[in-house]
């Protein structure tokens, strides 16, 4: 199972928008809805910032949105804040019944 | 609030064991399902395996040889154990409870960095 392909980094200014992609095939995101995204900071443990291609746990900013078509889900952050700036990791479950998880997109607030 | 707290031998040598648990403070323990993922220095997750509340297991293809997980309903404790070691193992490695009825991850423990060198 090939990991799911997402960029290297995503920049943007404060109160800017960005969207980070995740790209999989007909065997994970094309076969389900069960997208989610998780933010790590350095040194940090994964927080679940979106279930299931667009729902967003409680607690997690409305500015977090998620979204999916055909094989390529996203990620939007909208009004980027400085603490944005992390890691990024999407992640499927996959036709195999095993999870895959995407390459991570670094996003810096400039 | 739902805390799940790791431990185990952070240095391995080459053919050796891994051992990990996760302690999982939390009533409602037996109701979920639970899995283990890893993320090597610098790069990305991996998912290791799970364990569903009744019991049965499901691995990564690519280690399902080497792993195994357990739950110890009676100690809300989640173990893993990896066999034959190698450096391509070494990572940080965390537990994770997977969404009520869901196909993801909303608690993680804070991880634990097992070390593979001779």
């Known amino acids: 199972q090939s990991a799911l392909t997402q960029p290297a980094s995503v920049s943007g200014s404060p109160g800017q928008s960005i969207t980070i992609s995740c790209t999989g095939t007909?065997?994970?995101?094309?076969?389900?809805?069960?997208v989610s995204w998780y933010q790590q900071h350095p040194g940090k443990a994964p927080k679940l910032m979106i279930s299931?291609?667009?729902n967003r746990p409680s607690g997690v900013s409305y500015r977090f949105s998620g979204s999916k078509s055909g094989y390529t889900a996203s990620l939007t952050i909208s009004g980027l804040q400085a603490e944005d700036e992390a890691d990024y990791y999407c992640?499927?479950?996959?036709?195999?019944?095993?999870?895959?998880f995407g390459t991570g997109t670094k996003v810096n607030v400039l | 609030q739902v805390q799940l707290q790791q431990w185990g031998a952070g240095l391995l040598k080459p053919s050796e064991t891994l051992s990990l648990t996760c302690a999982v403070y939390?009533?409602?323990?037996?109701?979920?399902?639970w899995s283990w993922i890893r993320q090597s220095p610098g790069k990305g997750q991996e998912w290791v395996g799970e364990?569903?509340?009744?019991?049965?297991?499901k691995y990564n293809p690519s280690l399902e040889s080497r792993v195994t997980i357990s739950l110890d309903t009676s100690n809300n404790q989640v173990s893993l154990k990896l066999t034959s070691v190698t450096a391509a193992d070494t990572a940080v490695y965390y537990c994770?409870?997977?969404?009520?009825?869901?196909?993801?991850?909303?608690?993680w423990g804070q991880g634990a960095l097992v070390t593979v060198s001779s």
């Open positions: 364990i569903h509340l009744r019991g049965g297991t």
């Open positions: 007909s065997n994970d995101i094309g076969a389900y809805d069960y």
């Open positions: 939390d009533a409602s323990f037996s109701d979920y399902n």
């Open positions: 992640s499927s479950f996959t036709s195999s019944r095993t999870y895959v």
């Open positions: 994770a409870r997977h969404g009520r009825g869901g196909w993801y991850f909303d608690y």
């Open positions: 299931d291609v667009r």
